[in-house]
């Protein structure tokens, strides 16, 4: 079956980088139209997308961000990679990775870490 | 980017009514909508997907319509575990934006 889980550290200091790792098992990063997308939900508030890695290593960004966010795949390892730079604490969420499912819905999350931004 | 809006934000109901959420986008997105509903502590689920197929397993009482630029999510007859959050999400170009939410609570 398709799980998928999030980790990294649960505190980072402000202008720190934070780096946070999707692993999963159940489907292969590789195939064709696969995908892993990363988002974000800071507390009490809405969703927010933050970026994508297809199959042939093609990657989109929220232009939202800047240019601090950086994804990566490591597929013999089944891994997604997220880098974060310039951290502030408005960036205190939870964060979230999940698969791109067929019909392009995003079929299977993981449950969330929450990354608390603070000095 | 493509914004999304949903109203309304929140709305009472009881168990059995029939509810609505409606969802819009600030530009066409053709089908390339999505729904979801979140648990308080929980990761979203997907319920549909390209506005109106159900994502398997999900219940029969949850659908979904629309085009263009106005998309629609009906629950037939709200059950006590439907009680939640929604929110819409286009996916048509990225950023892959999603609508604010709407809280459903129990009346």
């Known amino acids: 079956q398709i799980a998928l889980k999030e980790s990294g550290p649960t505190l980072v200091k402000p202008t720190q980088t934070l780096t946070l790792t999707c692993t999963f098992s159940?489907?292969?990063?590789?195939?064709?139209?696969?995908?892993v997308d990363w988002i974000r939900q800071p507390p009490g508030k809405a969703l927010e997308w933050l970026a994508l890695?297809?199959?042939?290593?093609?990657?989109r960004y929220s232009p939202s961000l800047n240019n601090r966010l950086t994804i990566t795949k490591d597929a013999s390892k089944n891994q997604v990679v997220l880098t974060m730079t310039n951290m502030d604490p408005v960036d205190t969420a939870t964060y979230y990775c999940?698969?791109?499912?067929?019909?392009?819905?995003?079929?299977?999350w993981g449950p969330g870490t929450l990354v608390t931004v603070s000095s | 980017d493509i914004q999304m809006t949903q109203s309304p934000s929140s709305l009472s109901a009881s168990v059995g009514d029939r509810v609505t959420i409606t969802c819009r986008a600030s530009?066409?997105?053709?089908?390339?909508l999505n729904w979801y509903q979140q648990k308080p502590g929980k990761a979203p689920k997907l319920l549909i997907y390209?506005?109106?197929t159900l994502q398997t397993g999900v219940p029969s009482r949850f659908s979904g319509s629309g085009s263009r630029t106005d998309f629609t999510l009906t629950i037939s007859s709200l059950q006590p575990e439907d009680f939640a959050t929604y929110y819409c999400?286009?996916?048509?170009?990225?950023?892959?934006?999603f609508g604010p939410g709407t809280k459903v609570d129990i009346k």
């Open positions: 999400q286009q996916s048509f170009s990225t950023p892959f934006t």
């Open positions: 999940a698969r791109r499912g067929p019909g392009l819905g995003l079929d299977y």
């Open positions: 890695i297809y199959w042939d290593d093609d990657k």
């Open positions: 530009q066409t997105i053709s089908n390339y």
């Open positions: 390209a506005t109106s």
């Open positions: 159940g489907f292969s990063v590789t195939t064709y139209g696969a995908g």
